[in-house]
């Protein structure tokens, strides 16, 4: 199947986009949440940015607005649920021909020692009450710390990640970036992460597989969310933290791999960049008014 005009012309504009602003961020991300327009303490539920969830009650504590927890300052959420909960996002949709790229940052405690968590896109819920279920996950990726690992679903069933090595089970104290990719056509998915001591990003493997079947979501269907689910090991007080949620609906094949995440001190430098630029322009502009 061959690339299509539109997209390929828009791959060009996004490289050209590049060039003009430094690679600061890709043009074909959007900003789902990056918690910062949030009070500490409240929960971002129904403040329009498409989260929704099954918790009952006292919804900042399931899914709150917390600090980091690596004291950066940096405002991040807290999910803190048990099974049957969940959080969703359902304000951005993968129809189904489209490759879909959902970016996100996730920071495990080192005193989370039971952790049992699926994260993904998601097609329809199909659970009791019409919640989601764990069979409505087309790419999940599982926090099984339970058992102390790290999986994926390939078609058939779990299976541990074990390239990079190390990275299962999820170590704590650190975040990563996590690159998830659905494509809607083959109905497989692609992991990738940053972070820790991964400097690069880094293809997930598990065994010779780095190539995943879609568990929930296959043939015609299109992708309408993406969530967590506290599986049935999880208990209460064991938060995972998350950060910089980030959609590309329309990827192109192979997903979109690039960092959309500003970085403050780049973007200092391309502050002070700019300003000697400017500076050093009416210099010559002074000089030449000078000489004219
Ligand atoms: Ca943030
Ligand atoms: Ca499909």
């Known amino acids: 199947m061959g690339i299509s005009f539109a997209r390929f012309r828009r791959g060009v504009l996004a490289t050209t986009a590049c060039f003009a602003f430094a690679c600061v961020a890709n043009a074909d991300f959007v900003l789902v949440d990056d918690f910062e327009s949030y009070a500490v303490g409240t929960t971002p539920v129904g403040q329009g940015s498409g989260w929704s969830t099954n918790l009952t009650t006292n919804l900042a504590h399931g899914f709150g607005v917390a600090l980091d927890p690596a004291g950066s300052g940096n405002q991040v959420a807290r999910l803190n649920i048990e099974n049957p909960r969940y959080v969703a996002n359902s304000n951005h949709v993968i129809p ?23 994260a993904g896109f998601t097609a329809e819920f199909t659970g009791t009450n019409g919640w989601l279920s764990a069979g409505d996950f087309a790419t999940p990726l599982r926090i099984n710390n339970n058992a102390d690992l790290l999986q994926i679903y390939d078609s058939n069933g779990f299976a541990e990640v074990t390239e990079p090595e190390g990275l299962s089970p999820l170590p704590g104290g650190e975040w990563y970036t996590v690159w998830m990719v659905a494509d809607t056509n083959t109905d497989t998915w692609t992991l990738y992460v940053e972070g820790g001591e991964y400097e690069e990003q880094t293809q997930v493997q598990a065994g010779s597989i780095s190539e995943f079947g879609f568990r929930g979501g296959t043939g015609a269907a299109d992708l ?3 969530g ?3 599986n049935a090991s999880q208990g209460a007080n064991m938060p995972v933290y998350l950060d910089n949620f980030y959609v590309d609906t ?6 979109n791999l690039s960092n959309p995440i500003p970085e403050p001190a780049s973007l200092m430098l391309l502050g002070l960049g700019s300003l000697a630029m400017l500076a050093r322009r009416r210099k010559t502009t002074a000089e030449d008014e000078t000489l004219g």
């Open 96 to 118: 189904d021909g489209n490759v879909g790229t959902l970016l996100f940052q996730i920071y495990r405690p080192e005193t989370s020692s039971v952790l049992d968590m699926a």
């Open 224 to 226: 309408l969310h993406f």
């Open 228 to 230: 967590f689910l506290a």
């Open 250 to 255: 329309d990827s192109m094949p192979g997903g």
